[in-house]
T-cell receptor, first 113, second 113 residues
């Protein structure tokens, strides 16, 4: 069974640009959560989507947004990129949102220059 | 204000000995706690969890202890094996809202042969 797939794996953008990251969950999983990992900040929760609806949201500015499609694939968008947005972005999929059953992708490494 | 803290960024133990990883939290409303393991270039994988109605949960070589009054949890690995070398994250959430977890910064465990 295929795991969680995140694309692209690596990305370099310049300040002010926008970026879209993609996450394909495990087949049948309806919950997709997004996290930002930076040195010294650990994993910070961005948002969770369940059945195409945003169910939970972390404390990130409105420049960070996401959506989920009917096939449960999710995209995360960051507009007006800042240097501090450089991070590893991880998504996790699960059937219901219960993280005891969550599977993480390998992440997308975003570098903003 | 970081709600979940892992104060030891790294830990080194000898193979066969016990590894103890610690985690503190500040929000007494958290009622569900999880540990994840992360190898380089991979996403975190769920390891073990505990709900606030328990003070101990065991799964093979891994045991998690919860001290609610101290807002402290720990992960014990006995005996430690070289393959346990990884970054360990603790996370806290609300049982009714498991899709939104707050993570610590992680502790890098190195088990020496």
């Amino acid at each position: 069974k295929a795991g969680v797939t995140q694309t692209p794996r690596y990305l370099i953008k310049t300040r002010g640009q926008q970026v879209t990251l993609s996450c394909s969950p495990i087949s049948g999983h309806r919950s997709v959560s997004w996290y930002q990992q930076t040195p010294g900040q650990g994993l910070q929760f961005l948002f969770e989507y369940f059945s195409e609806t945003q169910r939970n949201k972390g404390n990130f500015p409105g420049r960070f947004s996401g959506r989920q499609f009917s096939n449960s694939r999710s995209e995360m968008n960051v507009s007006t990129l800042e240097l501090g947005d450089s991070a590893l972005y991880l998504c996790a999929s699960s059937l219901t949102g219960d993280h005891t059953e969550a599977f993480f992708g390998q992440g997308t490494r975003l570098t903003v220059v | 204000d970081q709600q979940v803290k892992q104060n030891s960024p790294s830990l080194s133990v000898q193979e066969g000995r016990i590894s103890i990883l610690n985690c503190d939290y500040t929000n007494s409303m958290f009622d569900y706690f999880l540990w994840y393991k992360k190898y380089p270039a991979e996403g975190p994988t769920f390891l073990i969890s505990i709900s606030s109605i328990k003070d101990k949960n065991e799964d093979g070589r891994f045991t998690v202890f919860l001290n609610k009054s101290a807002k402290h949890l720990s992960l014990h690995i006995v005996p430690s094996q070289p393959g346990d070398s990884a970054v360990y994250f603790c996370a806290a959430s609300f049982y009714t809202n498991a899709g939104k977890s707050t993570f610590g910064d992680g502790t890098t465990l190195t088990v020496k042969p």
